[in-house]
């Protein structure tokens, strides 16, 4: 029977540029506006105003943990001027999270940072590390309670995605590349923009976290972690040293940042190949997901082994999902991801929770098309309507996995 720890958290993740809407003083509001071939976010989902009636979603279902982003942008519009309104609003959504029995994971940077952070230079700016440091300082105010904190989402995603913001700002880069990739007819223009990543650009992130990790735990009692994009990379016959190579700077110095955290927060979509030249694109395949991504439920159980095995660190499934139009298959999906956690969990890996991407079709950094939404949400009314993948979920949840048998 596959089974899970009576206190796991069963929930879904959200961020907050992607679903909130009018993030005016974002700097992903303003490259929407200035970066050709983008998709605007605009109104989004108006979760902003509409987040309690997301949470009464999960919580009914039977799932006991959202994890959601404050938005640095909303609380520090200029340079050391907080505002208290903001503060208040997101202090809200933790105690309606609490109210409604849903543990609140809450994530300080998920991609989208303040305009004015960007134009210093952003990630890059000697200055990046204070001022994150001085906006975490203060977020702190509201995080009273808060048992679990993503510092930084996905660091290496965000590395790589500024190295494109400095090659835009160069004049080397003609379109902005979205960290989801666009689908089939795209794959091959981005695979050859993709940046390869380098130490430099993951030196900010690695000081940002460990800059704040030790303040958030004082303030808060929290446990204090970062999510990693875990590839499930694997090696090709004979390049088993350049999967080393390569999987060190795409993740493992960021796992390896992680030592000295409460938990690493592993987030994982589809497995990849390494060959003597590096990654393998996704070939063409008519499983492939909307963003023509591999169908490789299996790669949740490799990353979590994975990341266990290089961190020694509690492992948080902060995201896993699917990019897909059919429920079905995002079920489907689903089923066999949690067979390999589960599965990870039998053989002693100590896994806290399963946080599905995403609660809502959201905006997808640039573009609206992928879909990896429990529930579907009409732009132009705001109406949700749960897919049936959400209750399949909560029914999973509630009965700690046994459903899956």
Do not use: C
């Not at 995201?319 to 991801?337: L, M, P, Q, S």
């Not at 009409?378 to 309507?385: A, C, G």
């Amino acid at each position: 029977m596959t089974t899970f720890p009576t206190s796991f958290l069963w929930g879904a993740s959200t961020a907050p540029h992607q679903i909130e809407g009018n993030n005016i003083n974002s700097d992903w509001w303003a490259r929407e506006s200035a970066m050709p071939g983008m998709e605007p976010s605009g109104d989004a989902l108006d979760s902003y105003h509409r987040f309690r009636e997301d949470m009464q979603l999960i919580a009914d279902a039977g799932l006991n943990a959202y994890r959601f982003g404050i938005e640095w942008a909303r609380i520090e519009p200029v340079p050391g001027r907080f505002s208290n309104a903001e503060l208040a609003h997101y202090r809200r959504m933790i105690d309606t999270a609490v109210e409604l029995g849903l543990a609140p994971v809450v994530t300080l940077s998920h991609f989208s940072t303040p305009r004015w952070f960007a134009e210093e230079g952003g990630w890059g700016a000697p200055t990046a590390v204070a001022r994150f440091a001085a906006f975490v300082d203060r977020a702190t105010s509201v995080l009273d309670g808060v048992e679990w904190v993503v510092t930084i989402n996905e660091p290496n995603m965000a590395a790589m995605m500024t190295m494109l913001q400095q090659a835009a700002r160069a004049g080397q880069l003609s379109q902005w590349q979205s960290p989801t990739i666009d689908g089939t007819a795209e794959r091959e223009r981005i695979a050859a923009n993709l940046p390869v990543p380098d130490l430099a650009s993951a030196r900010p992130f690695i000081e940002a976290h460990h800059a704040v990790r030790d303040l958030v735990r004082k303030r808060t009692g929290a446990r204090v972690g970062w999510s990693v994009a875990n590839g499930a990379l694997t090696a090709t016959p004979g390049n088993e040293d350049k999967l080393v190579e390569v999987r060190h700077l795409w993740e493992d110095v960021y796992l390896d940042a992680s030592r000295g955290d409460d938990f690493i927060g592993v987030q994982s979509y589809t497995s990849q190949q390494v060959d003597e030249n590096g990654l393998v694109p996704h070939p063409e395949h008519p499983d492939n997901t909307q963003t023509g991504a591999a169908y490789r439920p299996d790669a949740l159980g490799i990353a979590v082994r994975h990341a266990a095995d290089v961190t020694r660190l509690p492992v948080l499934v902060t995201e896993n999902g699917i990019a897909t139009a059919d429920d079905t298959r995002r079920i489907a999906y689903t089923a066999d991801a949690l067979r390999g956690l589960a599965g990870a969990i039998a053989d002693g890996v100590d896994v806290r929770g399963y946080l599905h991407w995403s609660l809502l079709d959201n905006y997808e950094w640039g573009h609206w098309r992928p879909t990896f939404g429990l529930v579907a949400a009409d732009r132009e009314t705001f109406v949700r309507t749960p897919k049936p993948s959400l209750a399949w979920l909560g029914r999973v949840a509630v009965s700690a996995g046994a459903d899956l048998a």
